[in-house]
Protein backbone atom coordinates (compact mmCIF):
# COMPACT_ATOMS: atom_id res chain seq x y z
CA UNK A 1 0.00 0.00 0.00
CA UNK A 2 1.80 3.18 -1.33
CA UNK A 3 1.95 5.80 1.42
CA UNK A 4 -0.50 8.82 0.05
CA UNK A 5 0.64 11.32 3.27
CA UNK A 6 2.55 14.74 2.48
CA UNK A 7 4.57 16.76 4.75
CA UNK A 8 2.47 19.30 5.88
CA UNK A 9 -0.19 16.40 7.07
CA UNK A 10 0.37 16.09 11.13
CA UNK A 11 2.08 13.04 12.66
CA UNK A 12 -0.35 10.39 13.71
CA UNK A 13 -0.20 9.05 17.23
CA UNK A 14 -2.17 6.10 17.87
CA UNK A 15 -2.88 5.89 21.60
CA UNK A 16 -4.19 2.21 22.59
CA UNK A 17 -5.98 2.81 25.80
CA UNK A 18 -8.75 0.40 28.58
CA UNK A 19 -10.56 1.08 30.84
CA UNK A 20 -9.64 0.45 34.87
CA UNK A 21 -9.68 -2.78 36.56
CA UNK A 22 -9.72 -0.72 39.95
CA UNK A 23 -12.12 1.25 39.14
CA UNK A 24 -14.23 -0.18 35.98
CA UNK A 25 -16.04 1.27 33.16
CA UNK A 26 -15.60 4.52 32.44
CA UNK A 27 -12.59 5.04 34.04
CA UNK A 28 -9.34 4.93 31.83
CA UNK A 29 -6.65 2.85 33.25
CA UNK A 30 -3.57 3.99 34.57
CA UNK A 31 -1.13 2.84 31.96
CA UNK A 32 -3.61 4.66 29.49
CA UNK A 33 -3.86 7.50 31.44
CA UNK A 34 -0.39 7.85 32.01
CA UNK A 35 1.14 7.10 28.39
CA UNK A 36 -1.69 9.66 26.95
CA UNK A 37 -0.32 12.21 29.90
CA UNK A 38 3.40 11.52 28.48
CA UNK A 39 2.23 11.49 25.27
CA UNK A 40 1.16 15.14 25.36
CA UNK A 41 4.06 15.85 27.70
CA UNK A 42 7.37 14.69 25.59
CA UNK A 43 6.01 14.76 22.10
CA UNK A 44 3.31 17.11 21.50
CA UNK A 45 4.23 19.52 23.90
CA UNK A 46 2.76 22.96 22.69
CA UNK A 47 2.84 22.24 18.93
CA UNK A 48 -0.50 20.60 19.17
CA UNK A 49 -1.21 21.48 15.26
CA UNK A 50 1.62 19.34 14.19
CA UNK A 51 -0.08 15.85 15.62
CA UNK A 52 -3.26 14.00 15.51
CA UNK A 53 -3.66 11.27 18.23
CA UNK A 54 -5.58 8.09 16.96
CA UNK A 55 -7.24 6.84 20.37
CA UNK A 56 -8.63 2.92 19.90
CA UNK A 57 -10.27 1.04 22.55
CA UNK A 58 -10.69 -3.05 22.34
CA UNK A 59 -13.31 -4.13 24.07
CA UNK A 60 -13.14 -7.88 25.46
CA UNK A 61 -16.22 -10.15 24.98
CA UNK A 62 -16.69 -12.51 28.14
CA UNK A 63 -16.10 -15.77 26.93
CA UNK A 64 -19.10 -16.86 27.17
CA UNK A 65 -21.08 -13.65 26.19
CA UNK A 66 -22.27 -12.75 29.40
CA UNK A 67 -20.75 -9.87 31.47
CA UNK A 68 -23.44 -10.16 34.34
CA UNK A 69 -23.42 -13.10 35.58
CA UNK A 70 -26.44 -12.49 37.70
CA UNK A 71 -29.06 -11.20 35.26
CA UNK A 72 -31.68 -12.49 33.97
CA UNK A 73 -32.91 -12.08 30.27
CA UNK A 74 -36.41 -12.83 29.19
CA UNK A 75 -36.50 -11.31 25.47
CA UNK A 76 -34.25 -10.47 22.67
CA UNK A 77 -34.44 -6.39 23.82
CA UNK A 78 -32.46 -7.54 26.97
CA UNK A 79 -29.86 -8.36 24.70
CA UNK A 80 -29.75 -5.34 22.87
CA UNK A 81 -30.13 -3.04 25.96
CA UNK A 82 -26.68 -5.09 26.96
CA UNK A 83 -24.78 -4.16 23.62
CA UNK A 84 -25.88 -0.14 24.27
CA UNK A 85 -24.86 -0.51 27.47
CA UNK A 86 -21.37 -1.68 26.21
CA UNK A 87 -21.21 0.35 23.92
CA UNK A 88 -22.17 4.01 26.17
CA UNK A 89 -19.06 2.31 28.81
CA UNK A 90 -16.62 2.66 25.59
CA UNK A 91 -17.76 6.09 24.70
CA UNK A 92 -17.77 7.21 28.17
CA UNK A 93 -14.19 6.11 28.21
CA UNK A 94 -12.69 7.85 25.59
CA UNK A 95 -14.91 11.07 26.30
CA UNK A 96 -12.12 11.43 28.49
CA UNK A 97 -9.08 11.27 26.56
CA UNK A 98 -11.34 13.13 23.35
CA UNK A 99 -12.52 16.10 26.13
CA UNK A 100 -8.65 16.46 27.19
CA UNK A 101 -7.45 16.57 23.48
CA UNK A 102 -10.40 19.41 22.82
CA UNK A 103 -9.05 21.18 26.29
CA UNK A 104 -5.49 21.99 24.68
CA UNK A 105 -5.95 22.33 20.79
CA UNK A 106 -4.93 18.92 19.40
CA UNK A 107 -6.86 17.25 16.58
CA UNK A 108 -8.06 13.42 17.39
CA UNK A 109 -10.27 10.53 16.32
CA UNK A 110 -11.19 8.11 19.06
CA UNK A 111 -13.06 4.76 18.24
CA UNK A 112 -13.70 1.41 19.55
CA UNK A 113 -13.51 -2.12 18.44
CA UNK A 114 -14.29 -5.65 19.69
CA UNK A 115 -11.93 -8.82 20.68
CA UNK A 116 -8.39 -10.28 21.33
CA UNK A 117 -6.28 -6.39 22.29
CA UNK A 118 -3.74 -8.25 20.57
CA UNK A 119 -5.04 -8.74 17.21
CA UNK A 120 -7.38 -5.87 17.08
CA UNK A 121 -4.50 -3.53 17.96
CA UNK A 122 -2.44 -4.99 15.16
CA UNK A 123 -5.32 -4.81 12.43
CA UNK A 124 -6.08 -0.98 12.96
CA UNK A 125 -2.64 -0.60 12.29
CA UNK A 126 -2.63 -1.76 9.31
CA UNK A 127 -5.91 -0.36 8.89
CA UNK A 128 -5.13 2.99 9.89
CA UNK A 129 -1.42 3.60 9.62
CA UNK A 130 -0.57 5.74 12.14
CA UNK A 131 3.35 6.81 12.36
CA UNK A 132 3.76 5.11 15.11
CA UNK A 133 1.41 3.30 18.50
CA UNK A 134 1.81 4.57 22.25
CA UNK A 135 0.46 2.23 24.90
CA UNK A 136 0.36 2.14 28.89
CA UNK A 137 2.30 -0.50 30.76
CA UNK A 138 1.50 -2.11 33.77
CA UNK A 139 4.94 -3.04 34.44
CA UNK A 140 4.71 -6.48 35.59
CA UNK A 141 7.30 -9.26 36.33
CA UNK A 142 8.65 -12.21 34.49
CA UNK A 143 6.90 -14.32 36.97
CA UNK A 144 3.50 -12.50 36.32
CA UNK A 145 3.50 -11.71 32.64
CA UNK A 146 3.60 -15.64 32.45
CA UNK A 147 0.10 -15.82 33.65
CA UNK A 148 -1.41 -12.41 32.78
CA UNK A 149 0.42 -12.07 29.40
CA UNK A 150 0.94 -8.07 27.97
CA UNK A 151 -0.77 -6.79 25.17
CA UNK A 152 2.44 -4.16 24.97
CA UNK A 153 4.91 -7.03 24.34
CA UNK A 154 2.69 -8.89 21.82
CA UNK A 155 2.06 -5.55 19.80
CA UNK A 156 5.92 -4.68 20.21
CA UNK A 157 6.53 -7.29 18.54
CA UNK A 158 3.63 -7.63 15.87
CA UNK A 159 2.72 -4.00 15.19
CA UNK A 160 3.50 -3.00 11.78
CA UNK A 161 5.13 0.53 13.00
CA UNK A 162 7.28 1.69 16.21
CA UNK A 163 5.70 1.49 19.14
CA UNK A 164 6.91 3.47 22.76
CA UNK A 165 5.49 1.57 25.82
CA UNK A 166 4.96 3.88 28.60
CA UNK A 167 5.32 2.48 31.99
CA UNK A 168 3.57 3.70 35.04
CA UNK A 169 5.01 5.47 37.76
CA UNK A 170 6.30 3.86 40.87
CA UNK A 171 3.88 6.36 43.18
CA UNK A 172 0.89 4.75 40.77
CA UNK A 173 1.48 1.29 41.31
CA UNK A 174 -1.88 -0.23 42.83
CA UNK A 175 -1.22 -2.90 45.88
CA UNK A 176 -1.82 -5.92 43.68
CA UNK A 177 0.41 -4.61 40.19
CA UNK A 178 -1.94 -6.53 37.84
CA UNK A 179 -4.66 -4.38 38.49
CA UNK A 180 -4.65 -0.88 36.61
Excluded at 15 to 26: D, E, F, L, M
Excluded at 56 to 82: C, M, N, R, T, W
Excluded at 105 to 123: L, R, Y
Amino acid sequence: MADTRVESDPTRIMVAVNQSTIKGYPNASISSKRAFEWTLEKIIRTNTTAFKLLFLHVQIPDQDGFDDVDSIYASPEDFKGLRRRDKARGVHLLEYFVGRCHEIGVSCEAWIKKGDPNQVICHEVIRVQPDFLVMGCRGLGPFQKVFVGTVSEFCQKHVECPVIVIKRKPNEMPQDPVDD
